[in-house]
């Protein structure tokens, strides 16, 4: 540690705010302060700073320092509690107080909104979380408003006070806050949004934090770029201990400072501080902030604070720390340097200190006692908030199909999206749409004089040229961009229909999904939800398609419990399964198959604006007696050729197009399996560890009795889809597969 920077902050001098003076005005573009680069074998510290500051009144002085000494005997408690094997798992915010506790100060609870990391503990406290609510976390008690016992400590959320739920997956909150700004400034745009929604601040601002080592991460440019961009409101606090993990700072970033990386993005309000001076932090956060509510862009505050305790429990600092160094970090312990200081300039004298450590001390005793007393959440609660409690879409609410009246001229499956975005984005202002292209032309000032892009395969043709660039538009070509986007959105209340261009390129978007869109209202407790839909083109069958255009893996997301998974193989099953899945409260996964986008066999004239399917609801496409055949997406077609095939041999095939993947209609399933005693399970996937996998085991489990032969599976070949047509015919399953297949179940 720089030993110039240690004598320097070792004793801070203050004066008094002049009267009737401000800390707000935010300057236009600070001049460069603060951090020098280095060499990229040194870590970059700060240079030494003014010696005096403003000096905050005494109230406020002595209730940031109480927030801070809070903070830090939270965290010893819990690492006591640790130890006494009372709770599982322990991280602390230690070091990070004085910066944090600054941004509670200067950010309003329950007006603006939060998406902390795991340090974060004494922001949550300043802003109003109480020490008995940490705790709860800490022993997993069902009363805990971060998770109700279903995370880790210190994955900090709180509903009434704006802090939205996170995970542990480093970064992956930064695009949610994007979208979570992103929805305040689209509210603004959408006039009939504001009758529809409320809760928005016309000043409000998105905080976001995260430690140096996550500024490695590719989602952190991601959402810096979009934040400036559309100058949103977000602060990004850039917590810098110089570790992720055993990791120090100029391993992770070329020249060990990431503002420096990041100064030229435009729009981008940059500060530098030393995050373990609260006045100094306080400063800077007014300034940031302020910048923020006057709409001229995000701010991006890069705090050099300390680590003095080990990454979390299951890690030593001793193994990858000398001890010199950490001597030397000893010596910038913000609740330590700032008590001292409250005394050497009067704010309060030695035994005061005391009383307020005294009083802090009892309280979180005593909360720990109530805590550790604390009611565990009942076993049979763990598949509670899987799904919406309160919006079921596999209802009779949401089953129009008897009732159909179809008119018009017959439409392709494309037309029949299309027309039910259109029809729902009529009837819901909160509907916004975005992905890759998904616009007709983002310059507007063309859009008379060109037909227009419309996507890729023109779902989405016209939408923007009805609905405005406010409502469609389009995004970086970043999968994880749109989904995290998406997410944030929708926890403020908007409704995304997005589009990831290709199922090929979900891949970068996984993280996102899994971790974070599927768990988010399990893992909170029904706190915070976020029902959106990912509309994606998927599968082979194009002649050309060759492996990055062709895949078709959906058994990787049928298996992530939170995320319903919609395949539909025709026009008017589209249509009614799309309306669905935007009026649903849950996060879809909407699958359409490219082969079928245009096929004249599954054409459909119009249902109407509100004809809705069901989800879990198959339908039963051919009749038959001798054998069953379970299938989706393009398979349906090729099923029905061979069925047809086969009935020239005598052979009555029963069709079950399963619409649905998550849920599945077992009952379907059952009752074909009883009729016929035989079953073929035909899909795109590859046949090993396929979706089909499930539903033969299932079947060979519990409805073994009724099967007169082994269930069939009927598949992709384990590879990848060629280029070569020859090559994609062999390897994805043809008509004449499944007529092979028939034959060979009906003769066993």
Same mark, same amino acid.
């Given at each position: 540690?720089?030993?110039?920077?240690?004598?320097?902050?070792?004793?801070?001098?203050?004066?008094?705010k002049?009267?009737?003076?401000?800390?707000?005005e935010a300057?236009?573009?600070?001049a460069?302060?603060?951090?020098?680069?280095?060499?990229?074998?040194?870590?970059?510290?700060?240079?030494?700073?003014?010696?005096?500051?403003?000096?905050?009144?005494?109230?406020?002085?002595?209730?940031?320092?109480?927030t801070?000494?809070?903070?830090r005997?939270?965290?010893?408690?819990?690492?006591?509690?640790k130890?006494?094997?009372?709770?599982?798992?322990q991280?602390?915010?230690a070091?990070?107080?004085?910066i944090?506790?600054?941004?509670?100060?200067?950010?309003k609870p329950s007006?603006d909104?939060?998406y902390?990391?795991?340090?974060?503990?004494?922001?949550?406290?300043?802003?109003g979380?109480t020490?008995?609510?940490?705790?709860?976390?800490?022993?997993?008690a069902?009363?805990?408003?971060?998770?109700?016992?279903?995370q880790m400590?210190?994955?900090?959320?709180h509903?009434?006070?704006?802090?939205?739920s996170?995970?542990?997956?480093?970064?992956?909150?930064?695009?949610?806050?994007?979208?979570?700004?992103?929805?305040?400034?689209?509210?603004?745009l959408?006039?009939e949004?504001?009758?529809?929604?409320?809760? $928005?601040?016309?000043?409000e601002?998105?905080?976001?934090?995260?430690?140096?080592?996550t500024?490695s991460?590719?989602?952190?440019?991601?959402?810096?770029?979009?934040?400036?961009?559309?100058?949103?409101?977000?602060v990004f606090?850039?917590?810098?201990?110089?570790?992720?993990?055993?990791v120090?700072?100029?391993?992770?970033?070329?020249?060990?400072?990431?503002?420096?990386?990041?100064?030229?993005?435009?729009?981008?309000y940059?500060?530098?501080?030393?995050?373990?001076?609260?006045?100094?932090?306080?400063e800077?956060m007014?300034?940031?902030?302020d910048?923020?509510?006057?709409?001229?862009?995000?701010?991006?505050v890069?705090?050099?604070?300390?680590?003095?305790?080990?990454h979390?429990l299951?890690?030593?600092?001793?193994?990858?720390?000398s001890?010199?160094?950490?001597?030397?970090e000893?010596?910038?312990d913000?609740?330590?340097?700032?008590?001292?200081l409250?005394?050497?300039?009067?704010?309060?004298?030695q035994?005061?200190?005391?009383r307020?450590k005294d009083?802090?001390?009892?309280?979180v005793?005593?909360a720990?006692?109530v805590?550790?007393?604390?009611?565990?959440?009942?076993?049979?609660?763990?598949?509670?908030?899987?799904?919406?409690?309160?919006?079921?879409?596999t209802?009779?609410?949401?089953?129009?199909?008897?009732?159909?009246?179809?008119?018009?001229?017959?439409?392709?499956?494309v037309d029949?999206?299309?027309?039910?975005?259109d029809?729902?984005?009529?009837?819901d202002p909160?509907?916004?749409?975005?992905?890759?292209?998904?616009?007709d032309?983002?310059?507007?000032?063309y859009?008379?004089?060109v037909?227009?892009?419309?996507?890729? $395969?023109?779902?989405?043709?016209?939408?923007?040229?009805k609905?405005?660039?406010?409502?469609?538009?389009n995004?970086p070509?970043?999968?994880?961009?749109?989904?995290?986007?998406? *997410?944030g959105?929708?926890?403020?209340?908007?409704?995304p229909?997005?589009?990831?261009?290709?199922?090929?390129?979900i891949?970068?978007?996984?993280?996102?999904?899994?971790?974070?869109?599927?768990?988010?209202?399990?893992r909170?407790?029904?706190?915070?939800?976020?029902?959106?839909?990912?509309?994606?083109?998927?599968?082979?069958?194009?002649?050309?398609?060759?492996?990055?255009?062709?895949?078709?893996?959906?058994?990787?997301?049928?298996?992530?419990?939170?995320?319903?998974?919609?395949?539909?193989?025709?026009?008017?099953?589209a249509n009614?399964?799309?309306?669905?899945?935007?009026?649903?409260d849950?996060?879809?996964?909407?699958?359409?198959?490219k082969?079928?986008?245009?096929?004249?066999?599954?054409?459909?004239?119009?249902?109407?604006?509100? $004809?809705?399917?069901p989800?879990?609801?198959?339908?039963?496409v051919?009749?038959?007696?001798?054998l069953?055949?379970?299938?989706?997406?393009?398979?349906?077609?090729?099923?029905?050729?061979?069925?047809?095939q086969?009935e020239?041999?005598?052979?009555?095939?029963? *069709?079950?197009?399963?619409r649905?993947l998550?849920?599945?209609?077992?009952?379907?399933?059952?009752?074909?399996?009883?009729?016929t005693?035989?079953?073929?399970?035909?899909?795109e996937?590859?046949?090993s560890f396929?979706?089909?996998?499930?539903?033969?085991?299932?079947?060979?489990?519990?409805l073994?009795?009724?099967?007169d032969?082994?269930?069939?599976?009927?598949?992709?070949?384990?590879?990848f889809?060629?280029y070569?047509?020859?090559?994609?015919d062999?390897?994805?399953?043809q008509?004449?597969?499944v007529?092979r297949?028939i034959a060979?179940?009906?003769a066993?």
């Amino acid at each position: 540690m720089n030993a110039d920077m240690n004598s320097d902050t070792k004793v801070l001098r203050l004066v008094r705010k002049p009267e009737g003076s401000s800390t707000t005005e935010a300057p236009e573009r600070e001049a460069e302060m603060g951090m020098a680069p280095g060499p990229t074998s040194v870590p970059v510290t700060f240079a030494p700073r003014p010696a005096t500051h403003e000096l905050p009144d005494n109230k406020l002085l002595l209730e940031m320092y109480r927030t801070m000494y809070l903070s830090r005997r939270l965290d010893d408690k819990e690492i006591q509690l640790k130890g006494q094997n009372r709770i599982f798992f322990q991280i602390s915010g230690a070091g990070h107080e004085a910066i944090l506790t600054a941004a509670g100060v200067v950010l309003k609870p329950s007006y603006d909104w939060f998406y902390p990391y795991y340090r974060d503990r004494a922001l949550c406290l300043q802003l109003g979380m109480t020490p008995l609510e940490q705790l709860l976390s800490a022993v997993a008690a069902e009363a805990d408003p971060n998770s109700h016992g279903r995370q880790m400590p210190s994955h900090w959320g709180h509903s009434k006070l704006n802090i939205v739920s996170q995970s542990s997956p480093t970064g992956t909150q930064l695009l949610q806050a994007v979208g979570c700004a992103e929805a305040s400034y689209r509210y603004q745009l959408i006039p009939e949004l504001q009758k529809r929604i409320s809760g $928005f601040k016309k000043d409000e601002v998105t905080y976001v934090s995260l430690g140096d080592g996550t500024s490695s991460e590719g989602e952190f440019w991601e959402a810096l770029n979009t934040a400036s961009n559309l100058k949103l409101p977000v602060v990004f606090l850039l917590e810098d201990n110089g570790y992720a993990i055993s990791v120090p700072v100029e391993v992770q970033t070329t020249g060990g400072d990431v503002s420096h990386l990041v100064e030229n993005f435009p729009s981008l309000y940059l500060q530098r501080c030393d995050g373990t001076d609260p006045i100094e932090s306080l400063e800077t956060m007014r300034r940031a902030v302020d910048y923020c509510r006057r709409r001229k862009g995000p701010a991006f505050v890069h705090a050099k604070v300390i680590r003095p305790y080990s990454h979390s429990l299951s890690d030593d600092e001793k193994l990858y720390r000398s001890n010199e160094e950490r001597a030397g970090e000893a010596e910038r312990d913000p609740v330590k340097r700032f008590g001292a200081l409250l005394i050497d300039e009067g704010v309060i004298d030695q035994k005061g200190l005391q009383r307020i450590k005294d009083e802090v001390d009892r309280e979180v005793n005593e909360a720990a006692d109530v805590a550790l007393a604390s009611a565990q959440p009942p076993k049979e609660t763990v598949t509670q908030y899987v799904f919406s409690p309160d919006v079921d879409p596999t209802s009779k609410v949401f089953d129009t199909e008897d009732r159909v009246q179809l008119s018009g001229n017959a439409g392709t499956m494309v037309d029949l999206i299309n027309r039910c975005l259109d029809t729902e984005m009529a009837r819901d202002p909160r509907i916004v749409v975005f992905g890759e292209d998904v616009a007709d032309c983002s310059r507007e000032q063309y859009l008379d004089s060109v037909k227009g892009k419309g996507g890729v $395969f023109k779902v989405t043709a016209n939408l923007q040229r009805k609905y405005g660039s406010v409502r469609v538009f389009n995004s970086p070509l970043a999968e994880a961009n749109i989904v995290g986007r998406a *997410i944030g959105m929708a926890t403020r209340g908007l409704k995304p229909v997005v589009e990831i261009q290709f199922f090929d390129y979900i891949w970068p978007a996984m993280h996102q999904i899994r971790n974070e869109l599927a768990l988010l209202r399990w893992r909170s407790g029904n706190e915070w939800k976020a029902p959106l839909v990912i509309r994606v083109p998927i599968g082979g069958y194009l002649k050309g398609g060759a492996v990055y255009h062709s895949q078709s893996g959906v058994a990787t997301f049928t298996q992530i419990p939170g995320l319903r998974v919609i395949y539909p193989s025709n026009a008017l099953d589209a249509n009614g399964l799309l309306r669905t899945a935007i009026r649903c409260d849950d996060p879809v996964l909407f699958l359409e198959h490219k082969h079928l986008y245009r096929q004249a066999y599954n054409k459909s004239q119009y249902p109407g604006d509100d $004809f809705m399917i069901p989800f879990g609801k198959a339908k039963k496409v051919r009749e038959g007696k001798d054998l069953s055949i379970i299938t989706y997406g393009a398979l349906v077609q090729r099923s029905l050729v061979a069925a047809k095939q086969m009935e020239q041999e005598g052979v009555g095939v029963e *069709i079950i197009d399963l619409r649905s993947l998550v849920p599945f209609d077992w009952n379907a399933i059952a009752e074909t399996v009883k009729k016929t005693n035989r079953v073929i399970v035909a899909h795109e996937d590859s046949l090993s560890f396929g979706y089909g996998s499930e539903i033969a085991a299932r079947i060979s489990d519990e409805l073994f009795e009724y099967l007169d032969a082994p269930v069939k599976r009927v598949c992709a070949l384990d590879t990848f889809v060629a280029y070569a047509p020859q090559l994609e015919d062999a390897i994805l399953p043809q008509a004449s597969d499944v007529a092979r297949a028939i034959a060979e179940l009906k003769a066993y």
